[in-house]
């Protein structure tokens, strides 16, 4: 699989992530964007890897090949299995650093659509609840009871377009916990279409959920430079 690169300079990269396709590996062994991800730098990086005079690759040639190969790739956050959208790596360590700064102050400002069940009753608003991680069933629920661990998360909504069955939500976090989206929108009422694991009754014929990362902004890594970045949403969420 080819992937989509959308933004990449010497230390992040930000690319396409299919509904479908795993963050980073787990012990399914299935492919996952992490590992797409390095093996594009790395080819990337052969292919700049000079010529000696015979023709050969002078890092070869030195025996150094091993380290050409190595590539480092680090992952600040991400995006569930069945969800789409753009996610954002490291290609450096002074990239993580900065990157992984960023996010603990709130600089990164994400962007989600998602097409849910039914309609909410305002146009625009806010859900709040206290959700705790189930590591049993690997889901969020919501735990108000105090000393249970739970965080309490915020999302912002806002109806793009609806019609009598479904609505295109524009959706913005302040936090960004666990299966946050996919969590309160099942707990409000209107889970996400596809999205069995929270209420949804038939699974769409991807495995993926119609929910997607379609904006990111954050800054470079080494400058003071803002970089905004914006996918078209998928068909299936613009048409419920």
């Given at each position: 699989m ?13 690319v396409?992530?299919p ?14 964007i992490?590992?797409?991800v ?49 996610i ?20 990164v ?11 909410p ?51 913005k ?36 959920v ?31």
């Amino acid at each position: 699989m080819n992937i989509k690169v959308l933004y990449e300079d010497n230390h992040l990269i930000a690319v396409f992530k299919p509904a479908g396709v795993l963050s980073q590996g787990d012990k399914t062994g299935d492919i996952s964007i992490f590992d797409m991800v390095k093996d594009y730098i790395k080819e990337k990086k052969n292919k700049k890897t000079p010529l000696n005079p015979s023709g050969h690759s002078a890092l070869r040639a030195s025996g150094s090949m091993r380290q050409a190969g190595n590539v480092f790739l680090g992952l600040v956050h991400r995006l569930d299995r069945p969800v789409s959208g753009i996610i954002l790596f490291a290609k450096t360590s002074k990239g993580a650093s900065r990157l992984s700064e960023q996010f603990r102050n709130h600089q990164v400002e994400k962007t989600y659509h998602a097409v849910v069940i039914g309609r909410p009753k305002e146009n625009r608003g806010v859900l709040i609840n206290s959700l705790i991680k189930d590591e049993k069933l690997k889901k969020s629920r919501h735990k108000a009871e105090p000393g249970s661990g739970a965080v309490e998360v915020k999302l912002y909504y806002e109806i793009i377009k609806s019609n009598d069955n479904y609505s295109l939500l524009k959706i913005k976090l302040e936090t960004g916990k666990f299966h946050q989206i996919r969590s309160q929108l099942s707990l409000a009422g209107f889970p996400i279409l596809g999205d069995v694991k929270y209420g949804a009754k038939i699974p769409l014929s991807d495995k993926g959920v119609a929910l997607s990362a379609t904006g990111l902004s954050f800054y470079c890594a080494t400058e003071d430079k803002k970089v905004d970045l914006s996918i078209p949403i998928p068909f299936e969420l613009s048409t419920p």
